[in-house]
């Protein structure tokens, strides 16, 4: 399999984080190079006609894009350690855990950094700055409600380590890279004892 990717973007770092928790290896990373509109050439269009990282070639040579949908067949191909769910009523409440992280967390501090951040302009032009600025206050809505979560509870779904902590990491080291976000410095001890507990884990090194 090949794994199409851009190093230190948040995406294909779950990706990546999800990999080094489930111990696989012998997957080829592809580097995309964004600032160099390598996503906007056409051999790599006809493999994501979207554009974007990550992409995951099969054996078979189909092409697997969207990074949820990626970690389920590689939840599928090696079910251990379990990551999305024992069951359907686990997988279901994980899921709305992650589905929580991405939409409102996530999507938040990538939307105020491809708005308002310099570097990024030519990723997203146009940029429109009040709407980069009412992310950032957004996302931060978001990590006050998590941070009370996790004064409850040691991980984003409940009780054991999943994919929502991964989407959850890798959103705040984004927002802590260009945001030059830290929570606990916003008054939010939970989430920056969190943040430091799962930087300690082993897959949290994946680029």
């Known amino acids: ?60 040579g189909r092409v697997l894009c969207e990074t949820r949908a990626i970690c389920t067949y590689l939840e ?5 350690p379990n990551l999305m769910g024992e069951g359907f009523e686990e997988r279901a409440f994980i899921e709305m855990a992650d589905r929580r992280i991405e939409l409102h967390l996530f999507l938040g501090i990538v939307n105020s950094v491809r708005h308002s951040h310099p570097a990024l302009a030519a990723l997203e032009n146009p940029q429109f700055a009040d709407y980069g600025a009412a992310q950032g206050i957004k996302m931060r809505e978001t990590a006050q409600w998590l941070d009370q979560l996790l004064a409850q509870q040691p991980y984003v779904a409940g009780e054991r380590f999943t994919i929502a902590d991964i989407t959850a990491f890798c959103a705040l080291e984004f927002a802590r890279g260009l945001m030059k976000y ?23 090194q994946t680029k």
Do not use: C, W
């Not at 430091?196 to 949290?204: E, F, L, N, Q, T």
């Open 1 to 60: 399999m090949k794994l199409y990717s851009t190093p230190r973007t948040p995406n294909p770092r779950r990706v990546t984080m999800f990999m080094a928790e489930k111990g696989i290896t012998g997957v080829e990373q592809v580097a995309i190079d964004l600032m160099a509109g390598q996503h906007r050439d056409p051999v790599f269009l006809q493999k994501n006609p979207m554009g974007r990282v990550p992409a995951l070639e099969l054996p078979d």
């Open 76 to 80: 599928g191909l090696q079910p251990d």
């Open 182 to 204: 830290t929570p606990g410095a916003e008054g939010l001890p939970h989430l920056q004892a969190y943040r430091d507990r799962i930087a300690a884990r082993p897959s949290a």
